[in-house]
């Protein structure tokens, strides 16, 4: 079955840019989304088909995703930002996968 | 403003019967295709089911297919999980969330804890 594979942790200081990544066979080809959930809250969506960002999401969160890694890329990184990030993909093949999720500590 | 309020979660028998509900409010339900998504700290997020806006093309994970079924009722703006044969590792929050390929809102879960 379809894998994605995420860092199970990354820091980054406040004001620096955070790049979370997310691997998987030929990934590129796919279209990837990414979630933001806060402890005790539900996932959020902040990106879809690589790269949108819904009405109210922040400009300084992007996403690219080329050959075989989708990154999340989380400019001027606030202390609210310190949360579990979560990749997801679909196709035909392998319906709906999710990454095992990256949590980012803003030291 | 969207909100989804799921219900219905508490303690099941291994081998019993769970039945969630998820409340919608804010959007067209009636046009919307919609899924149960569901989290344990262990596998992180899984998908369960989806259901498009018409209730006529319905999909499963393998890991629940033949034991849960996906339900709504657009006149209610209600989406509905039937969950039989329920099993340890059926524990989880269950979440209903909008969309297709990607959940654009998500509710805020309901705990289904499956034990004897």
């Known amino acids: 079955s379809y894998a994605l594979t995420q860092p199970p942790s990354v820091s980054v200081s406040p004001g620096q840019t955070a790049s979370l990544t997310c691997s998987g066979d030929?990934?590129?080809?796919?279209?990837v989304c990414w979630y933001q959930q806060r402890p005790g809250q539900s996932p959020v969506l902040l990106i879809y088909q690589d790269q949108k960002r819904p009405s109210g999401i922040p400009e300084r969160f992007s996403g690219s995703n080329s050959g075989d890694t989708a990154t999340l890329t989380i400019s001027g990184t606030q202390a609210l930002d310190e949360a579990v990030y979560y990749c997801q993909t679909w196709d035909s093949a392998t319906d709906v996968v999710f990454g095992g999720g990256t949590k980012l500590t803003v030291l | 403003e969207v909100q989804l309020v799921e219900s219905g979660g508490g303690l099941g028998q291994p081998g019993g019967s769970l039945r969630l509900s998820c409340a919608a409010s804010g959007f067209i339900f009636s046009t919307s295709e919609m899924n149960w998504v569901r989290q344990t700290p262990e596998k992180g997020l899984e998908w369960v089911a989806y259901i498009n806006s018409g209730g006529n093309n319905i999909y499963y994970a393998d890991s629940v297919k033949g034991r849960f079924t996906i339900s709504r009722d657009n006149a209610k703006n209600s989406l509905y999980l039937q969950m039989n044969s329920l099993r340890a590792e059926d524990t989880a929050i269950y979440y209903c969330?909008?969309?297709?390929?990607?959940?654009?809102?998500w509710g805020q879960g309901t705990l289904v804890t499956v034990s004897s």
């Open positions: 969330a909008s969309g297709t390929n990607y959940f654009d809102y």
């Open positions: 030929k990934l590129g080809d796919k279209f």
